[in-house]
């Protein structure tokens, strides 16, 4: 029997379903918290984002894969509460965010660095994902690196090609957070790919950020998936182009790369309730099943399809397993 790690604990792989793969539950630095959010109700949230992950559950998921690293506050236990008070799965990843810089805590460890020592980073990300992540045993199911508009910086390439080896120690699958207007997608394909990554173990997640069909073919031609997972965030791109974009990759044969999510978050301290609320109104974990696939199926695409993008590509990402080939239009 083939399993896979949740923060509860490993399950059957065949209970995985139907996958929402580029969430998070809280986006909370506990610096930031302990120092600034006195207010911040542990017991309150923890319910909150309870009842909010039961209705994803009902929307017809049964698996969360929360990317939130350290860099945004990853706290197992506290995602664990929330585990242990609904019924959909939740995995966890280990790597690092960052737009720019490692924190200092990397900065005088490492190789080249006056210290002839290993990579810290690749030791910590293998750590999680082989023997679990602190004290609690919850063993990562993928690792998490950023390359954003800033680009190939020296502490985003140093925790991408980190990124990499650990892929390549553990097999694990390997989620890079892009910005396609600068299409940072194909360096993070290059640095992945020097350092021995199948490509097709790699999600580039936000690619649904444009319309730019060009890029995302040749992202597609690398082997990579392809994350449109942002639905509901109106304010970054309007609903109607990322539904153009789904479609028009949909009719050119891409199913096989897709994965759809939302990026959505139960409490993130990066933004202020009340502002998001006005600014982004739809960004939640509903907008696939409430709006998405009901016009895809209004646009004529089956329901093999639609288990194709939120089934079987998120399965064979998350265990591995052979990889379709060339894309072949569904209609």
Not at 49 to 59: D, H, I, P
Not at 115 to 138: H, K, N, S, W
Not at 156 to 168: C, D, F, H, L, T
Request: net charge negative; charged share 20%; aromatic share 6%.
């Amino acid at each position: 029997m083939q399993t896979i790690n949740t923060v509860t604990g490993p399950i059957d792989a065949a209970a995985l379903g139907t996958v929402l793969a580029h969430e998070h539950v809280f986006v909370l630095n506990e610096d930031y918290r302990l120092n600034f959010l006195p207010d911040w109700d542990e017991d309150a949230q923890v319910a909150q984002a309870a009842q909010r992950l039961s209705e994803v559950k009902a929307l017809g998921f049964d698996t969360l894969l929360d990317v939130s690293v350290p860099g945004l506050g990853r706290h197992i236990e506290r995602v664990q509460r929330v585990a242990e008070q609904t019924e959909l799965n939740i995995l966890a990843c280990t790597g690092l965010f960052t737009y720019n810089d490692l924190p200092l805590q990397f900065h005088y460890t490492g190789p080249g660095l006056g210290f002839d020592a290993p990579e810290p980073l690749v030791e910590a990300f293998v750590r999680d994902l082989t023997d679990g992540i602190g004290r609690t045993g919850v063993k990562a199911a993928a690792l998490v690196c950023v390359i954003e508009a800033e680009g190939l910086t020296p502490g985003v390439e140093r925790i991408m090609r980190a990124v990499g080896q650990a892929s390549i120690a553990t097999e694990a699958p390997i989620i890079v957070h892009t910005n396609p207007h600068t299409r940072s997608g194909l360096i993070a394909q290059r640095i992945l790919g020097e350092e021995g990554v199948d490509l097709r173990r790699v999600l580039l997640a936000h690619s649904g950020d444009t319309g730019d069909l060009d890029y995302l073919r040749h992202l597609a031609a690398g082997g990579s998936l392809l994350g449109l997972d942002r639905f509901g965030v109106d304010v970054l791109l309007p609903h109607e182009t990322r539904m153009a974009t789904l479609l028009a990759l949909l009719e050119e044969g891409y199913a096989e790369q897709l994965i759809l999510s939302h990026s959505a978050f139960c409490y993130s301290d990066w933004f202020d309730p009340a502002k998001m609320a006005e600014v982004a109104p739809n960004w939640n974990y509903r907008q696939i099943s409430d709006r998405v696939l009901p016009e895809l199926r209004a646009r004529g695409i089956t329901e093999q399809t639609l288990t194709t993008m939120l089934v079987d590509v998120p399965r064979r990402f998350l265990l591995g397993g052979a990889h379709p080939g060339l894309p072949t239009p569904i209609r």
